[in-house]
Antibody, heavy 113, light 112 residues
Framework: EVQLVESGGGLVQPGGSLRLSCAAS????????MSWVRQAPGKGLEWVAN????????YYVDSVKGRFTISRDNAKNSLFLQMNSLRVEDTAVYYC??????WGQGTLVTVSS | DVVMTQSPLSLPVTLGQPASISCRSS???????????LIWFQQRPGQSPRRLIY???NRDSGVPDRFSGSGSGTDFTLKISRVEAEDVGVYYC?????????FGQGTKLEIK
């Protein structure tokens, strides 16, 4: 069964950092682009970042450039999102997705003092 | 950035009746490879998004054939031929042609 399981969310103060992880199983992880997409409470979807199969290309939405870093470990079938200098407006459920065709259940990040 | 504009934002529908959602992009979504990366998602209450349609009109595996996608260039439509109770939720279009990828605001479908 194809599965994506996110972890690492939680409560953090503004200016703080968090590292999200996404464990993939049931498919050849290294063959797919991977994405992070977020959804603020009660709001719509916002694409955050993408990474190519071998990690050689990465793309970010402007609002997170310079603060967030997407990475992957194909040997461990894992996707990551390092989030630094977090802001209140980064509060959201963060979803890991395989080429936006398969989604995880999401992990909640709350940025608040 | 490419702006995706959906209408309507709220869609009350009687069970068994058809429904239609429009999605317009601020730029053409035709990519240099000839494909048009317009995707439709369904998000049921309390659930993760689920892709329904990719590349304008291709249904994902397991998606009922009452869902169909059409359109070209900057103008796209998701149609549900006969709405069922399980179709309640929010529907999003997304463009995957240009960076950054962008979503529409979402259309909330409810049963009248």
């Amino acid at each position: 069964e194809v599965q994506l399981v996110e972890s690492g969310g939680g409560l953090v103060q503004p200016g703080g950092s968090l590292r999200l992880s996404c464990a993939a199983s049931g498919f050849t992880f290294s063959s797919y682009w991977m994405s992070w997409v977020r959804q603020a409470p009660g709001k719509g979807l916002e694409w955050v970042a993408n990474i190519k199969q071998d990690g050689s290309e990465k793309y970010y939405v402007d609002s997170v450039k310079g603060r967030f870093t997407i990475s992957r470990d194909n040997a461990k079938n894992s996707l990551f999102l390092q989030m630094n200098s977090l802001r209140v407006e980064d509060t959201a459920v963060y979803y890991c997705a395989r080429e936006v065709g398969i989604w995880g259940q999401g992990t909640l990040v709350t940025v608040s003092s | 950035d490419v702006v995706m504009t959906q209408s309507p934002l709220s869609l009350p529908v009687t069970l068994g009746q058809p429904a239609s959602i429009s999605c317009r992009s601020s730029q053409s979504l035709v990519y240099s490879d000839g494909n048009t990366y317009l995707i439709w998602f369904q998000q049921r209450p309390g659930q993760s998004p689920r892709r329904l349609i990719y590349n304008v009109s291709n249904r994902d595996s397991g998606v009922p054939d009452r869902f169909s996608g059409s359109g070209s260039g900057t103008d796209f439509t998701l149609k549900i031929s006969r709405v069922e109770a399980e179709d309640v939720g929010v529907y999003y279009c997304m463009q995957g042609t240009h960076w950054p990828h962008t979503f529409g605001q979402g259309t909330k479908l409810e049963i009248k």
